[in-house]
Every structure is written in C-alpha cells, then in structure tokens.
C-alpha cells in the first residue's frame, strides 16, 4: 500500500536560516510524482515543488529545494534563507504513475513556524 | 486566468439536508479532483474524473456523488449531511491523469454539519 510519513508534526526555525522538513514514502509503483505543497493559515494549497522518480537531479524552485534519496524512499523539502511568510503548514504528497495516476497520497503535514 | 474556483467558501448545514459544492477550472485541464481535509490530516480524494464524461470513486466515497458537467466543472453533492462529513472540501485540477502531472487546487469550502 502506498503511503506517506511526515514525523515532524512542528519545526521551529529562525529567519534567514535553512530548515528540512522530512518526507518518507512507501510504494510498488515504478513511476511517480512527490510533491510538496504549503497551506498557509488562509487555508489554500499551494504547489510548491515537484520530483519525478526517474529524474536523476535534486529538483529546485527558487528557494525551495528537494533531497530525493530514492534508495531511501525520502524526499525532504529543503527551504533555504527562510522568511515570516514562510510560516505554513507543508504537505509531502505522491502519485502513482502505474496505478493510472488518479489516487494522490498525502502526508499528516509539518507545520513551520519562523521566528523572527 | 483564475484557475480553480470554488463556490461557495463557507457552509453550514443541519443534518440530513443536501447541497452541491461547485468547482471550475479555466486551464483546460482534462482531470479534476474532490478531496476533503479533516483537522490535523493531510487530504483524501473522495472521487475523481480523468476526462469530461468519466468519473470514479477514491479512497473515501461513501456519503458523496459528483457530477462532470463539462470540461471545465465539477461538482460534489452530498446528498443526505451527516456531522462526520464536516470538513474542508477542495477541487483540484491536472492538465494529464499522469503520475507525474502537477494538481492544481481551490481555495477551498469550509463545511459544518450541525
């Protein structure tokens, strides 16, 4: 069964450092997507960044980045120079690729509070 | 371009009434989702359409239909309200039923059941 662990239900960081959030996975597909999104306290997901299984490169957005360790099945989100308005709640998500793609899993979240 | 709208953004209902939450996306994504997100969880999919004039059942179904109107709406019915159905539902999109196809959400409905 797939499956997705978030193990920090909250993570304290101070502004303008680097944080991780930590993501884990579990599934039989070959091909997938990991996903992460913010929920900010207004409440809509927003997509963030996203890594496809068979990429051999770390993706990047900006200041986000992800660490895929396939081997591992992790994929951490990696926030660099973090500012106040990073201060959201962050989702890890999959999809699957051979089960028709339809059915995303998502993780129990980490919220992230920078201090100022 | 608006992308996912959603209508309306707040609801509260007594038990046993029904009403239709509506979703729109100007994309021309192919695929659209409903999920809902219960306190301190992640979201679950409730149903899904891969294509204009396709739908199917997701991981929590039970209590719900949907409606594919055309290619740019989906709506979620429920149908008799029960409390545990208190929630906040989102419609998402994706351009492809791929695995590796970026959704794109509303800004959500916020759903009370009295």
């Known amino acids: 069964a797939q499956k997705i662990t978030q193990t920090q239900p909250g993570m304290f960081v101070q502004e303008k450092e680097a944080v991780t959030l930590d993501c884990t996975y579990d599934?039989?597909?070959?091909?997938?997507?990991l996903f992460w999104y913010k929920q900010p306290s207004s409440g809509e997901m927003i997509f963030l960044i996203y890594?496809?299984?068979?990429?051999?490169q770390n993706a990047t957005e900006g200041r986000y980045s992800l660490n895929f360790q396939k081997a591992r099945k992790s994929a951490n989100l990696v926030i660099s120079a973090s500012q106040l308005g990073d201060s959201a709640m962050y989702f890890c998500?999959?999809?699957?690729?051979?089960?028709?793609?339809?059915?995303?899993?998502f993780g129990a979240g980490t919220r992230l509070f920078v201090k100022a | 371009n608006a992308g996912v709208t959603q209508t309306p953004k707040f609801q509260v209902l007594k038990t046993g009434q029904s009403m239709t939450l509506q979703c729109a996306q100007d994309?021309?994504?192919?695929?659209m989702y409903w999920y809902r997100q219960d306190p301190g969880m992640g979201l679950r999919l409730i149903y899904y359409?891969?294509?204009?004039?396709?739908?199917d059942k997701g991981e929590v179904p039970n209590g719900y239909n949907v409606s594919r109107l055309n290619k740019r709406e989906f709506s979620l019915r429920l149908e008799s309200a029960a409390p545990s159905q208190t929630s906040v539902y989102f419609c998402?999109?994706?351009?492809?039923?791929?695995?590796?196809?970026?959704?794109?959400f509303g800004p959500g409905t916020r759903l009370t059941v009295l």
């Open positions: 998402a999109s994706s351009k492809y039923r791929g695995g590796t196809d970026t959704q794109y």
């Open positions: 599934t039989s597909d070959q091909s997938y997507g």
């Open positions: 890594q496809g299984s068979y990429d051999e």
């Open positions: 998500a999959m999809r699957g690729e051979d089960t028709g793609g339809f059915k995303t899993i």
């Open positions: 994309m021309n994504h192919n695929s």
């Open positions: 359409s891969a294509s204009e004039g396709t739908t």
